[in-house]
């Protein structure tokens, strides 16, 4: 099964949480947690600019002891963010945010942000179309084993 992640998109929705580089660590951690994720996209303009994670909290601010009230996001977020494709699969988004290590992903129509998809909604897509699966295997071997007679 190919499936693609603008099905993902239309099944979790496609708001996006996002900070400001001008706005504080501090103020993006809030943000994290009231919205309860672990990434968060930084907009300029409606352009992607950074993201910024719990690893970059931990490893940017905590680890340093940084102030995260004075420290402004765009010092310490990732700019290299890679972005996808609403067509892209989840077989292609497993294996980029493995090969690159990273847990969430932007996804990008015509270089307009539709969503963004994290490990955790792959991972929730893969355990409920395995769940999926199992059951319609099950309801065949029921129904082989239940002596149909054409």
């Known amino acids: 099964m190919h499936t693609t992640l603008d099905v993902l998109i239309k099944g979790k929705g ?14 993006c951690v809030l943000k994290m947690k009231h919205a309860r994720i672990g990434g968060l996209l930084i907009l300029e303009n409606k352009t992607i600019v950074g993201v910024f994670t719990e690893r970059d909290l931990m490893l940017s601010i905590v680890a340093k002891k940084r102030d995260p009230e004075k420290t402004l996001v ?9 972005c996808v494709k609403p067509t892209t699969t989840t077989e292609e988004a497993m294996f980029i945010m493995t090969e690159k290590r990273v847990r969430h992903l932007p996804v ?14 792959v991972t929730k897509w893969l355990s409920s179309s395995h769940t999926k699966q199992a059951q319609d295997i099950d309801d065949l071997i029921k129904f082989i084993n239940s002596g149909y007679s054409g």
């Open 108 to 121: 990008l129509e015509d270089s307009t942000l539709v969503g963004i998809i994290s490990i955790g909604d």
């Open 14 to 27: 496609a708001n996006v949480v996002y900070g400001k580089p001008t706005d504080s660590v501090y103020e």
């Open 74 to 82: 765009s010092e310490v977020m990732n700019k290299e963010v890679i």
